[in-house]
Nanobody, 126 residues
Framework: QLQLVESGGDLVQPGGSLRLSCVAS????????IGWFRQAPGKEREGVSC????????YYADSVKGRFTISRDNAKNTVYLQMASLEPEDTAVYYC???????????????????WGRGTQVTVSA
């Protein structure tokens, strides 16, 4: 069964760190680019970071550049999002998605995905 399952969301204080994981099953993970997206209440879904299938090149939204790091471990069918210096504005449900496409900037900006997970909640609050 095809699945993307996110985990690692939590309540964290401003300035804190979290690592999100996205575990995939049921498809050829190493042939898919993977993206992290987020959606805050009352806001549109936003592409946060994407990583390609071909050379693990990465793309980051300006709002997270320098604070978030995306990586993938194809042996574990897992993509990680390491988040540091978290701000209240980072509060959202974070989703991962898989896309059979290597142009990751397009994937992130247009919020494209063939398959989507159900999300994990990240709350940044004192």
């Amino acid at each position: 069964q095809l699945q993307l399952v996110e985990s690692g969301g939590d309540l964290v204080q401003p300035g804190g760190s979290l690592r999100l994981s996205c575990v995939a099953s049921g498809f050829s993970f190493h042939t898919y680019s993977i993206g992290w997206f987020r959606q805050a209440p009352g806001k549109e879904r936003e592409g946060v970071s994407c990583i390609s299938s071909s050379d693990s090149s990465t793309y980051y939204a300006d709002s997270v550049k320098g604070r978030f790091t995306i990586s993938r471990d194809n042996a574990k069918n897992t993509v990680y999002l390491q988040m540091a210096s978290l701000e209240p504005e980072d509060t959202a449900v974070y989703y991962c998605a898989a896309l059979r496409m290597t142009i990751i900037q397009t994937m992130c900006i247009r919020k494209l995905g063939n398959y989507w997970g159900r999300g994990t909640q990240v709350t940044v609050s004192a």
